[in-house]
């Protein structure tokens, strides 16, 4: 027997329909890539999204066609969001921070059609655009006052190109499993692989993540992503805000510490999310500039470990919460976030960030579980490590074109290529990815333990910890270290801070002062490049 209730397609545009009609004066504030803050309201974007459906049927796009986006967060990256998803077509939004290379190599895996820019990016795409043959136009997100001469062909100012289009044009009507986005891990070790959102999965994710254990959002909260849209999909911010009615400030092409901190402070921004690369940059702004926060309740922080130092910076000196959160953008991407449970909720001190450091729990759409090697599932303990599967509705069940279809099992399980402990209360913590977790004499060290616990030296700007061959132990931790500038941290007061805070088996076995460590286009070390930087590195204590 069948339910009786309506079959209501969980469709994105409904998000913004929602928005437009119940929340229609609620702002979003951008810092334009011309420079001015700009305001609008989510009536005003759902209008110009429906432009942006009806210029890209009279383009000749069709269902599931790609349309790309290389942009910054702004309010007219939020109106081709939805406008793309509404004429049925699929946005890919692309990561301008990859090498030149890889986002030729991405647009034309992908075969995008149409290519919607910002101004910052024409010199790059001037250049890349003879090797992307998919690409028939190229819409600047500007006006015609500032749209300048360019080679690329069949550019328009993004004004233009919707000028006559009807602010009333119906969205092209698809099944809730159709393709409405697309998004490419970083692929920091072969080719980056395709990930495609579906309307019902970023809905559900969506749903989820506005939840109170997860982002918490509501239509009285005033969220700024950092985050950009094209990373992970946006943290799913571009839907959550809109479906709950938040306020949205968006920061554009500004990412430094004094921009990111005018907005906060002048559109009171009440939550906010980033990597934690970020909030490096903010808290030294903070902390040369004397600036507050007093608006700020949630800082979210994923994308690689928040370190327990910034966690405690947040709570003691600025009054904010953090919410240290885990994800993928396989995941949609928001796997766990960490907010306080029953269980631990009268903790405080200390024992209140021991828990802060997990990256958090579960929503009811992701099931996980660790595994050995042996795919056989290991205890929620809080103590074994695992490699650390998901599944969900807003989680991949293949790449685009089939790449890398051993991450997947028969189950519908993902190996997230994470290693992790969850303990009895579903708490994660992230210990490692698998192919960095330093193997010592047949036991795991969590390099991201050691780095978490290096930065809370006060002379350690940022440290990463990688293993070094060794012959006895297999490998050793070596950590490697910048300095805060003006400070000469040595060898031994690093190691003697970190003695009796972790186990002995766990100290490095040297540190290396370094003046920068690489990243990947995703803010995260990128340790690839770091060991083989170091390849040829051997520890001085190996005569034993
Ligand atoms: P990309 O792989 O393109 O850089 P993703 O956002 O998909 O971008 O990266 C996901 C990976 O980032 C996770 O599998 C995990 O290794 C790492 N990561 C994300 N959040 C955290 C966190 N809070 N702590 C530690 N690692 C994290």
Same mark, same amino acid.
């Given at each position: 027997?069948?339910?009786?209730?309506?079959?209501?397609?969980?469709?994105?545009?409904?998000?913004?329909?929602?928005?437009?009609?119940?929340?229609?004066?609620?702002?979003? #504030?951008?810092?334009?890539?011309?420079?001015?803050?700009?305001?609008?309201?989510?009536?005003?974007?759902?209008?110009?999204?429906?432009?942006?459906?009806?210029?890209?049927?009279?383009?000749?796009?069709?269902?599931?066609?790609?349309? %790309?986006?290389?942009?910054?967060?702004?309010?007219?990256?939020?109106?081709?969001?939805?406008? #793309?998803?509404?004429?049925?077509?699929?946005?890919?939004?692309?990561?301008?921070?990859?090498?030149?290379?890889?986002?030729?190599?991405?647009?034309?895996?992908?075969?995008?059609?149409?290519?919607?820019?910002?101004?910052? &990016?024409?010199?790059?795409?001037?250049?890349?655009?003879?090797?992307?043959?998919?690409?028939?136009?190229?819409?600047?997100?500007?006006?015609?006052?500032?749209?300048?001469?360019?080679?690329?062909?069949?550019?328009?100012?993004?004004?233009?190109?919707?000028?006559?289009?009807?602010?009333?044009?119906?969205?092209?009507?698809?099944?809730?499993?159709?393709?409405?986005? /697309?998004?490419?891990?970083?692929?920091?070790?072969?080719?980056?692989?395709?990930?495609?959102?579906?309307?019902?999965?970023?809905?559900?994710?969506?749903?989820?993540?506005?939840?109170?254990?997860?982002?918490?959002?509501?239509?009285?909260?005033?969220?700024?992503?950092?985050?950009?849209?094209?990373?992970?999909?946006?943290?799913? #911010?571009?839907?959550?805000?809109?479906?709950?009615?938040?306020?949205?400030? /968006?920061?554009?092409?500004?990412?430094?510490?004094?921009?990111?901190?005018?907005?906060?402070? /002048?559109?009171?921004?009440?939550?906010?999310?980033?990597?934690?690369?970020?909030?490096?940059?903010?808290?030294?702004?903070?902390?040369?500039?004397?600036?507050?926060?007093?608006?700020?309740?949630?800082?979210?922080?994923?994308?690689?470990?928040?370190?327990?130092?910034?966690?405690?910076? &947040?709570?003691?000196?600025?009054?904010?919460?953090?919410?240290?959160?885990?994800?993928?953008?396989?995941?949609?991407?928001?796997?766990?976030?960490?907010?306080?449970?029953?269980?631990?909720?009268?903790?405080?001190?200390?024992?209140?960030?021991?828990?802060?450091? %997990?990256t958090g729990h579960a929503p009811f759409t992701v099931e996980m579980k660790i595994t050995g090697d042996d795919n056989v599932e290991k205890p929620r303990d809080g103590k074994t490590f695992g490699r650390l599967k998901v599944r969900g509705p807003a989680v991949a069940g293949t790449y685009f074109r089939g790449d890398g279809a051993d991450a997947f099992d028969t189950?519908?399980?993902?190996?997230?290529?994470?290693?992790?402990?969850?303990?009895?209360?579903?708490?994660?913590?992230?210990?490692?990815?698998?192919?960095?977790?330093?193997?010592?004499?047949?036991?795991? #060290?969590?390099?991201?333990?050691?780095?978490?616990?290096?930065?809370?030296?006060?002379?350690?700007?940022?440290?990463?910890?990688?293993?070094?061959?060794?012959?006895?132990?297999?490998?050793?931790?070596?950590?490697?270290?910048?300095?805060?500038?003006?400070?000469?941290?040595?060898?031994?007061?690093?190691?003697?801070? /970190?003695?009796?805070?972790?186990?002995?088996?766990?100290?490095?076995?040297?540190?290396? &002062?370094?003046?920068?460590?690489?990243?990947?286009?995703?803010?995260?070390?990128?340790?690839?490049?770091?060991?083989?930087? &170091?390849?040829?590195?051997?520890?001085?204590?190996?005569?034993?």
């Amino acid at each position: 027997m069948l339910g009786t209730m309506q079959d209501w397609p969980l469709l994105v545009t409904k998000i913004i329909d929602h928005a437009a009609l119940n929340h229609p004066h609620r702002k979003v #504030i951008s810092r334009s890539v011309e420079g001015p803050i700009v305001e609008t309201t989510y009536a005003a974007v759902h209008a110009n999204a429906k432009r942006v459906t009806g210029r890209l049927l009279r383009d000749g796009i069709e269902v599931g066609d790609r349309v %790309a986006t290389l942009a910054w967060n702004t309010w007219r990256h939020l109106e081709v969001w939805y406008g #793309i998803s509404g004429a049925g077509a699929v946005c890919h939004t692309v990561n301008p921070r990859l090498f030149p290379e890889q986002i030729a190599w991405i647009i034309n895996h992908a075969a995008d059609r149409v290519m919607i820019t910002d101004l910052t &990016f024409l010199p790059l795409l001037e250049k890349l655009a003879p090797k992307l043959p998919t690409i028939e136009r190229y819409v600047v997100l500007t006006d015609r006052a500032h749209m300048p001469e360019t080679s690329l062909p069949n550019a328009i100012a993004y004004v233009d190109w919707i000028a006559y289009e009807d602010p009333a044009t119906p969205w092209v009507s698809v099944d809730e499993n159709t393709a409405c986005g /697309m998004c490419y891990t970083s692929g920091t070790t072969g080719n980056p692989k395709g990930v495609v959102y579906s309307h019902r999965s970023n809905v559900i994710h969506s749903l989820a993540a506005a939840q109170p254990d997860m982002l918490g959002l509501a239509s009285r909260d005033t969220i700024l992503p950092v985050v950009p849209m094209f990373h992970a999909n946006g943290w799913s #911010i571009a839907y959550t805000a809109p479906m709950v009615g938040a306020t949205m400030v /968006m920061p554009g092409p500004k990412m430094d510490g004094a921009s990111i901190y005018e907005l906060l402070t /002048m559109c009171k921004v009440t939550v906010t999310a980033a990597v934690p690369t970020v909030w490096l940059m903010l808290l030294q702004y903070l902390e040369s500039s004397g600036g507050k926060l007093p608006d700020l309740k949630r800082v979210v922080i994923g994308g690689s470990a928040a370190p327990r130092a910034m966690t405690k910076t &947040f709570r003691d000196v600025y009054g904010s919460e953090v919410l240290h959160a885990w994800g993928m953008t396989e995941m949609s991407p928001l796997g766990t976030v960490c907010s306080m449970k029953p269980e631990v909720l009268m903790l405080d001190g200390e024992a209140w960030l021991d828990v802060k450091q %997990a990256t958090g729990h579960a929503p009811f759409t992701v099931e996980m579980k660790i595994t050995g090697d042996d795919n056989v599932e290991k205890p929620r303990d809080g103590k074994t490590f695992g490699r650390l599967k998901v599944r969900g509705p807003a989680v991949a069940g293949t790449y685009f074109r089939g790449d890398g279809a051993d991450a997947f099992d028969t189950e519908g399980w993902f190996d997230t290529g994470d290693v992790a402990t969850i303990d009895a209360n579903g708490y994660m913590r992230i210990t490692d990815r698998s192919k960095d977790v330093i193997k010592s004499g047949g036991e795991w #060290i969590s390099s991201i333990d050691l780095e978490n616990l290096a930065i809370g030296h006060p002379d350690v700007q940022e440290a990463a910890v990688i293993g070094i061959a060794h012959p006895k132990w297999d490998e050793r931790p070596l950590l490697i270290v910048i300095a805060k500038p003006g400070r000469t941290p040595t060898r031994d007061s690093i190691l003697n801070y /970190m003695d009796g805070k972790i186990a002995k088996w766990w100290m490095p076995d040297d540190v290396a &002062f370094v003046a920068d460590i690489p990243h990947t286009a995703t803010g995260k070390i990128l340790k690839t490049e770091l060991r083989q930087r &170091f390849s040829s590195y051997r520890f001085p204590n190996l005569s034993d």
